[in-house]
């Protein structure tokens, strides 16, 4: 990567990710890129990501940190140690205010809670999919029902007090009571903030592979109905539905994940991350030990808003016409007035004075909506 202008031309708040690409082993359903951990090659890719660190743009100050993956919390506690110090070494740390790292309840332990609450880190993001054992196996997870328990407990007493935690519902031949099981279940775990996601069948998966042999059939009637549920009783129970597949309490909400949905800067480090910076991005190849830009485009300032006006709208709050244009120069109108009627004409949009926002038939076929705005 090569040094970015200085951060005043870049608008608050900005993020840093980090990509980590290990994993135990790789789950059915999971397209990230991640390869199996090795201490070797897990021990190259730091070394390269420090001295990617100090390639960032002067005077960069994130307001929030990400380290996703693969599985962070994969690597040893030494590495993991060498990573913290890479990070306070070379970012000036001074503003964070959400520094998150995601975290497989099958490979999280007390002492790396403790390390990673040393560090800085005040939010895990705890990858629970399901609490039932079978349909844990059937992804393909590492981990038990217990061992989510566990990890939420370490984050707790190591200091970690926002939690969220990832479910999977939509699984083929699951019924919905054990859905019903899997919210109880994570709800009485009092995380801080919920992501429920439909099971997509990614190109690559071994899910692909078992969908193209005709065994992984998604029935598109359930996974709505479990949608409809879940919004339904997470709404019911206080919790905010803010984004098509995320729930927090009061103030929780991701601020890392809004800075995509909103069309915010980021610089993301580490094979496949992809950085959105100084109205330019690019993304990195998934390759490993080393890694270099894929791609990189400035899309024409038109195109720009339409992305963002579109990512923009997953927030359950939609756009606000002043929000809009302060955050992409053009009134929503103007850019995509005879599309977004016709969305509201099918009742797919909703249009107040000065705000439009997803119907809520709309949440989980957004993507058709989205279609027509870009
Ligand atoms: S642990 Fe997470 S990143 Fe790794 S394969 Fe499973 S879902 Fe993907």
């Not at 919905?176 to 009092?190: F, Y």
Request: proline share 6%; charged share 20%; glycine share 10%.
């Amino acid at each position: 990567m090569t040094s970015g202008p200085p951060r005043l031309s870049v608008p608050r708040p900005y993020g840093l990710y980090l990509h980590v690409p290990f994993c135990v082993r790789k789950c059915g359903y999971c397209a990230f890129f991640s390869e199996p951990y090795q201490e070797a090659t897990a021990a190259a890719w730091l070394q390269r990501m420090e001295q990617d660190l100090r390639t960032l743009p002067v005077g960069f100050q994130p307001d929030t940190v990400f380290w996703g993956g693969g599985t962070p919390t994969v690597l040893e506690t030494e590495l993991l140690q060498r990573l913290l110090e890479a990070l306070h070494a070379h970012v000036d740390l001074s503003r964070v205010t959400e520094w998150t790292v995601e975290a497989n309840p099958g490979t999280l332990t007390e002492e790396k809670a403790g390390l990673l609450r040393q560090g800085g880190v005040n939010r895990l993001s705890i990858g629970a999919q399901s609490f039932c054992s079978a349909t844990l196996h059937r992804l393909g997870r590492i981990h038990t029902n217990v061992q989510i328990r566990e990890a939420v407990e370490w984050a707790r007493s190591a200091g970690i007090h926002n939690i969220s935690l990832d479910l999977i519902y939509g699984v083929p031949g699951v019924p919905l009571e054990e859905v019903q099981a899997d919210v109880a279940a994570a709800q009485s775990l009092e995380p801080s903030h919920l992501s429920c996601y439909a099971l997509e069948v990614e190109e690559g998966t071994p899910f692909a592979e078992a969908h193209r042999m005709g065994g992984l059939e998604l029935v598109e009637d359930d996974q709505r109905r479990q949608y409809e549920w879940i919004r339904h009783t997470l709404g019911e129970a206080g919790w905010t539905h803010y984004e098509i597949s995320n729930f927090a309490r009061s103030g929780r909400e991701c601020r890392h994940n809004l800075l995509y949905w909103m069309g915010g800067a980021y610089i993301g480090l580490g094979p496949s991350a992809h950085s959105h910076w100084n109205g330019a991005r690019w993304g990195l190849t998934a390759t490993l030990p080393v890694w270099s830009r894929a791609f990189e485009e400035t899309l024409p300032p038109e195109a720009k808003a339409c992305e963002t006006l579109v990512m923009g709208l997953r927030r359950l709050q939609g756009w606000g016409r002043e929000e809009f244009r302060s955050a992409s120069g053009f009134d929503y109108d103007a850019l995509r007035g005879p599309e977004i009627d016709a969305l509201v004409h099918d009742g797919l949009l909703l249009r107040g004075p000065d705000r439009i926002r997803l119907a809520p038939n709309a949440l989980f076929v957004s993507n058709a909506a989205f279609s027509e705005l870009v």
